[in-house]
T-cell receptor, first 113, second 112 residues
Framework: DAGVTQSPTHLIKTRGQHVTLRCSPI?????VSWYQQVLGQGPQFIFQ???????GRGNFPDRFSARQFPNYSSELNVNALLLGDSALYLC????????????FGSGTRLTVV | SQQGEEDPQALSIQEGENATMNCSYK?????LQWYRQNSGRGLVHLIL?????REKHSGRLRVTLDTSKKSSSLLITASRAADTASYFC????????????FGPGTRLSVLP
């Protein structure tokens, strides 16, 4: 059974550009969350989606947006990229996070130059 | 600000020794979870302990939770070089607006 898959694995963008990151959850998982991890720090919560609806949003600017599709895959979009957006972006899916926790993908390493 | 704070920030031990990491948090939680991360890759779920549990075991892992002190500890017994990684605690308040709140992590190095 495939785990959580994220694409692309690495990405280099220029300041001011837009980026779209993609995530496919484990089959049967309806909940997808996005986290940003800056080097040397713990992951910071960005968004959670469940059944295509936004269920939670972290303390990130409106430049960050996301959506979940009918097949439960998800996209994270970031507009007007800043140097400070350089980070590892992690996607996680769960069947029931309070019982099983999250399964994380390997992440997308975004570098903004 | 981060809810959980791991201690120590870094830990270096010899193979075969035990490693203990601690996590403190600030608000009430439904459960606390520990994750491992190798070399900046994805996080791997290790163990979940509910707020009404005090201790949990999984293989070489032992987790304790003291809700009165708002703290948890992760013990890895008989460590191996493959245990070298960063370890994070994550608190779940059951509040979708907060989701999981991770600490900054403990970097464990197990020397052969």
């Amino acid at each position: 059974d495939a785990g959580v898959t994220q694409s692309p694995t690495h990405l280099i963008k220029t300041r001011g550009q837009h980026v779209t990151l993609r995530c496919s959850p484990i089959s049967g998982h309806k909940s997808v969350s996005w986290y940003q991890q800056v080097l040397g720090q713990g992951p910071q919560f960005i968004f959670q989606y469940y059944e295509k609806e936004e269920r939670g949003r972290g303390n990130f600017p409106d430049r960050f947006s996301a959506r979940q599709f009918p097949n439960y895959s998800s996209e994270l979009n970031v507009n007007a990229l800043l140097l400070g957006d350089s980070a590892l972006y992690l996607c996680a899916s769960s069947f029931d996070r309070e019982v099983y926790g999250y399964t994380f993908g390997s992440g997308t390493r975004l570098t903004v130059v | 600000s981060q809810q959980g704070e791991e201690d120590p920030q870094a830990l270096s031990i010899q193979e075969g020794e035990n490693a203990t990491m601690n996590c403190s948090y600030k608000t009430s939680i439904n459960n606390l979870q520990w994750y491992r991360q190798n070399s900046g890759r994805g996080l791997v779920h290790l163990i979940l302990i509910r707020s009404n549990e005090r201790e949990k075991h999984s293989g070489r892992l032992r987790v304790t939770l003291d809700t009165s002190k708002k703290s948890s500890s992760l013990l890895i017994t008989a460590s191996r070089a493959a245990d070298t990684a960063s370890y994070f605690c994550a608190t779940d308040a059951g509040n979708y607006g907060q989701n999981f709140v991770f600490g900054p992590g403990t970097r464990l190095s197990v020397l052969p």
